[in-house]
């Protein structure tokens, strides 16, 4: 049971959060220029690399006793809960992510500026490291340490790596097509409904 919870745990936050953000444009942006499953395997690699560091993170932090453990977990998710949905309530409505696309846009071409000859080797090596510093400090990679010192850390390692894997999938295959589809302030709002219900859960499994 505590594999499918870490499973469904990571997988869920990670898909909705990752959706639409910097990372996510990134990724798209990239597949406009360059072959797609180059891309794709340069951005998840990142993305995979993240997440085994935060699980190692998570499992330094499990060494607590773990009522703490999980009194913290639940204090963060609910914190970040109440600061999404208050931060949609803010939001215009309108969709779009403009600002995330920009910094994507931004980070892109600034790393491209000294590259002249481009390989397979070239566009792996672009991807990984602006996907690899775009993550570095994100909430998913903090929600990730938090759930692997809750929960089980191999269900929480395999389902943030299929939730990345599916969200890098859709920035290089339809990124640029579905950007302007998206309603930031309905993301934000469930992310931070869903953080809220790992709050929840954290709080009903504190001894």
Known sequence: MGLLTGFTAGLLLITLSELGDKTFFIAAILA?????????????AALFTMTVLSILLGQVVAVFPQQYVKSAAAALFIGFGIKLLYDALKMSGQKGLAGEQIDAQKAVEQSEKSITIWSVRA???????LTFIGEWGDRTQLATITLAAANNSYGVLIGATLGHAICAAIAVICGKFIAG????????????????????????QIA
């Not at 406009?32 to 998840?44: C, D, L, Q």
């Not at 998206?182 to 709080?203: K, P, Q, W």
Request: net charge positive.
């Open 32 to 44: 406009m220029r360059h072959p797609r499953r180059w891309v794709f395997i340069g951005a998840t």
């Open 123 to 129: 566009v792996l090596i672009e991807s990984f490291t």
């Open 181 to 204: 589809r998206i309603s930031e302030r309905l993301l934000t709002g469930i992310g931070g409904a869903l953080f809220i219900v790992f709050g929840i859960i954290a709080v009903s």
